[in-house]
Structures are given as structure tokens and as C-alpha cells.
């Protein structure tokens, strides 16, 4: 499975300078990629989050895109709005994954 996670916004956020985070969890060992695949699972049944804000002051979006059993996911959440798995996932992508090209 193929992991993309874009971070939009922040702090002096400059639009177009953030490269998403690509993971390949194929190249992880099998107890990584085996979390990965159980944290895109959660998130890929969970039920739809609640709209953030429109004005997030500062705040960040994160978009976690992949293909789980042949079928395309987007799930998205904000610095205020974010699951345990969704966070989770964030950080697995962004310790192990590298920054696309």
C-alpha cells in the first residue's frame, strides 16, 4: 500500500513549498506495515468527520490519500479535529515515508 499525506496551511504557510510525504509500507518491516494497514482500515470505515471550521486561524489540514482492498481513500482532518488513528497514520507516514519529488 501507498501512502500520501499533504499538509496544507500553518504558521507562514507559502502555498506550492509543501511537498506531500509519500510512504511505500511494501518497503516497511512487516510489524510497521502491518499497523499502517490497520490504521488506513480504521480510517477507511470510520464515519465521515465533522466539517472543520472555514476559518482555521493558523491551523493546519492534512489530507492522508491510498488504496486499501482496490479501492481509492481521502480521509482529512485539522489540527483541532483530528482522530488518534489519523494522528497515528500522520506520524507513521512522516517518520518512515520521504518527501515526493
Given amino acids: 500500500m501507498r501512502i500520501e499525506l499533504v499538509t496544507e496551511g500553518g504558521f507562514a504557510a507559502m ?6 510525504f509519500v ?5 516497511l518491516p ?5 499497523e499502517c494497514e490497520r ?9 465521515p468527520a465533522a466539517a472543520a471550521p ?8 492534512y ?7 482496490e479501492r481509492p481513500h481521502v480521509v482529512a482532518a485539522t489540527d483541532q479535529a483530528m482522530s488518534a488513528e489519523f494522528d ?10 520521504h518527501r515526493a519529488d
Fill in 88 to 97: 497515528q497514520l500522520v506520524q507513521l507516514v512522516r517518520q518512515y515515508g
Fill in 30 to 34: 512487516a510489524a510497521q506495515a502491518a
Fill in 23 to 27: 510512504l511505500d509500507c511494501g518497503s
Fill in 63 to 69: 489530507r492522508l490519500a491510498f488504496v486499501l482492498d
Fill in 54 to 61: 472555514a476559518a482555521l486561524r493558523d491551523g493546519r489540514r
Fill in 39 to 47: 490504521l488506513a482500515r480504521a480510517l477507511a470505515t470510520a464515519p
Fill in 15 to 20: 502555498p506550492g513549498l509543501q511537498r506531500p
